[in-house]
């Protein structure tokens, strides 16, 4: 019985493995709009589909941004600057992209932009912060996507939702998480609503990955000023001993982030690129082989195993 079982998941994983193999044609005549090609996954993915052949419409925060991509990759790379937070940006830069694709839409649309300003406990945080990342990560992501959605739809396209595995299991920065966990919902009812359109949604969960985001040393100032900031009677609660083992945990994470980019803009240039792309696809080995495992487990054991090296707080009960 055991062998016809492992016969079996191996035919199914031979048979994945051949129609992901399969590619989509003409792909030098396609156009794929990326949003956060500033630098990390997104000016990657933008230098690495130029290489590829596709017609890369990259959005940039900023001016210096989009000039050093432009340094680094072909005529076939345009540049636009768009802040997924302000409507009339994301107006503009719609307009600019359907300028430029005509009648042939938008082969592939990829929702990379986000920022992390969850550093710290719940009740460290201020709402503006929490606004502002639920902004970037989920709200602009949204509005981004309704205003390219009809470019998409007539090129029977694919949306790429970059996600993290803190959409999976939220453990730590709570707002982020709550974000990523949007994105997950929305990518999944959007998925499932678009199928009858002939458009593909796909999912990118990141594990933990040294981009501008993770910097450690803007980090490290990040958390300090958060805890800076706290309110007198909830430090007394957690106590300085709680917050620098605290520092030491969030530094020992980072620095253990994985600097190969490639994990990630791999599996969002298969989801463009492949006849059967995956709906979703879990970036790094810290992804694919300790928090998804851990996911499925029951949340007791879940907890322990997150939570057990956990400092305590100085009023823990």
Known sequence: MWLYLAALVGLFYLLRWYRERQVVSHLRDKYVFITGCDSGFGNLLARQLDLRGLRVLAA???????????????????????????????????????????????????????????????????????????????????????????????AQGRIVNVSSILGRLAFFGTVYCCSKYGVEAFSDVLRRELQHFGVKVSIVEPGYFRTEMTDLQKASEIVKQVWKEVPPHIKETYGQKFFDAYFENVKSSLLQSSTNLNLVTDCMEHALTSVHPRTRYSAGWDAQFFFIPLSYLPTSLADYILTRSWPKPAQAV
């Not at 432009?70 to 005529?75: E, L, P, R």
């Open 60 to 154: 940039c925060l900023t001016e210096k941004g989009a000039q050093k991509l432009k340094g680094q990759t072909s005529d076939r790379v345009e540049t636009v600057i768009l802040d997924v937070t302000n409507t009339h940006s994301i107006a503009a830069a719609t307009q600019w992209v359907k300028e430029r694709v005509g009648d042939r839409g938008l082969w592939g649309l990829v929702n990379n932009a986000g920022t992390f300003h969850s550093f710290g406990y719940t009740d460290w945080l201020k709402i503006d912060a929490c606004m502002s990342t639920l902004q970037v990560n989920l709200i602009g992501l949204i509005e981004v996507t309704l205003s390219m959605l009809p470019l998409v739809k007539r």
